[in-house]
């Protein structure tokens, strides 16, 4: 399971004798997926205002101050860059955490103004300084995120999904068969958000052999918007057979506004097309049947209305008695199966000319609970290793 991201600004000395301190307290935020931006140098010509503008991007500033000029008292100030950023920050209401080094004079930053750890510079890599600055920056995380956001694929109280309609389609391209993902989903934003909005697409059933070289690359589009919001999109993994992606919203949406957008991804290696592709067995077990396979969604955000459709191609051999809908409570897997929710659910199948569609429509759907079609791929009428059931 992953961590929640969270982007924050840092400010740091630009002085060559300093760069070992930076890259320790940068190597720790990342190993805890911790984000960093900075001025760098295409910058230099206007510093402030583009620190002003980087950090209202950004969830919250981390400070490392070093020793700079010495006082008459024999203290030390920190950099006046690290100075102005910080007091950007603190204008702003942005949280901060700053680590200063032993000596450094620190009148007006105490109390309420912000977070502060000391460090000596010949003792940064002890085990007690590293105890206590790894759990320093771990709990500004915590601070900054809510509780609902710590683990993978956060839903937000700030946001409210109107509507995901998600479609899953088997394709058949030459002697191929290709899984097709295509989702539209509208959102609306309760306050201001500055987080991201995370985007992923996964093999439910693992498929994909290890020499597997094809990846994937998710299609993210707006459709529509408030205002003028615009989307930056980051990949951050792409495989044969999964795919996440990170949508930040410029400038941030305040309450009132909505963005309504839709994905689009293809790969051969989201699901077993025959039973021998199966790797290792699992089945779901629903009314005294098994079923080997199955797909959905997964709401991260309160949702008002879903939809998810599942089609077959003309001439595959799975027929209507095949196909079942799941929900269930979801980590990495179906944890539990919920009776009462499936129940709820509207579902309906057709048959058009040997094109089977299932569909189901939910309103208020459960939050971490997967809503899925699941059924039992076809032998695969000639080649390698069909298997005895």
């Given at each position: 399971m992953e961590s929640a991201r969270l982007d924050v600004f840092f400010s740091f000395s630009s002085k060559p004798e300093d760069k070992v301190i930076n890259d320790h307290f940068l190597a720790i935020c990342n190993s805890l997926d911790i984000k960093c931006t900075t001025v760098d140098s295409a910058h230099s010509s206007v510093p402030p205002e583009v620190a002003r503008s980087q950090i209202s991007e950004s969830q919250g500033l981390i400070a490392v101050a070093p020793k700079r000029n010495k006082l008459e008292n024999g203290d030390y100030v920190m950099p006046s860059s690290v100075l102005e950023e910080i007091s950007i920050a603190y204008g702003q209401t942005t949280p901060i955490l700053i680590f200063v080094e032993e000596g450094v004079e620190l009148d007006g930053m105490k109390g309420n103004f912000c977070t502060v750890q000391k460090f000596s510079r010949d003792q940064l890599f002890s085990a007690s300084t590293l105890e206590k600055t790894i759990k320093s920056i771990h709990r500004f995380k915590l601070e900054i995120l809510s509780p609902n956001d710590l683990d993978f694929e956060p839903e937000s109280n700030e946001i409210v999904a109107e509507h995901v309609q998600q479609l899953i389609e088997l394709k058949k391209e030459g002697n191929e068969y290709i899984w097709s993902y295509s989702t539209n989903k509208k959102i609306s934003f309760q306050g201001t958000f500055k987080r991201h909005i995370p985007v992923a697409f996964w093999a439910p059933i693992p498929v994909a052999p290890e020499d597997a070289n094809t990846t994937i690359r998710a299609d993210i589009k707006l459709e529509d918007h408030s205002r003028d919001l615009s989307l930056r999109v980051e990949t951050i993994k792409e495989t044969a057979d999964y795919s996440k992606s990170l949508i930040k919203i410029e400038?941030?949406?305040?309450?009132?506004?909505?963005?309504?957008?839709?994905?689009?991804?293809?790969?051969?290696?989201?699901?077993?097309?025959?039973?021998?592709?199966?790797?290792?067995?699992?089945?779901?077990?629903?009314?005294?049947?098994?079923?080997?396979?199955?797909?959905?969604?997964?709401?991260?955000?309160?949702?008002?209305?879903?939809?998810?459709?599942?089609?077959?191609?003309?001439?595959?051999?799975?027929?209507?008695?095949?196909?079942?809908?799941?929900?269930?409570?979801?980590?990495?897997?179906?944890?539990?199966?919920?009776?009462?929710?499936?129940?709820?659910?509207k579902v309906e199948y057709s048959d058009i000319g040997g094109r089977l569609t299932a569909r189901m429509e939910i309103e208020s759907p459960l939050l971490r609970h997967m809503y899925a079609f699941a059924w039992n791929p076809p032998k695969r009428l000639t080649g390698p290793g069909t298997p005895n059931n």
């Open positions: 400038p941030h949406p305040e309450k009132g506004d909505f963005i309504e957008y839709s994905t689009f991804i293809e790969s051969k290696y989201f699901n077993p097309v025959f039973f021998d592709e199966i790797k290792e067995r699992n089945p779901i077990e629903l009314n005294g049947k098994n079923y080997e396979c199955l797909d959905g969604f997964v709401p991260i955000q309160r949702t008002k209305h879903a939809t998810l459709e599942f089609r077959l191609p003309r001439g595959f051999d799975v027929s209507r008695s095949d196909i079942t809908l799941v929900v269930g409570s979801y980590t990495d897997e179906i944890d539990y199966l919920v009776e009462s929710e499936i129940k709820r659910v």
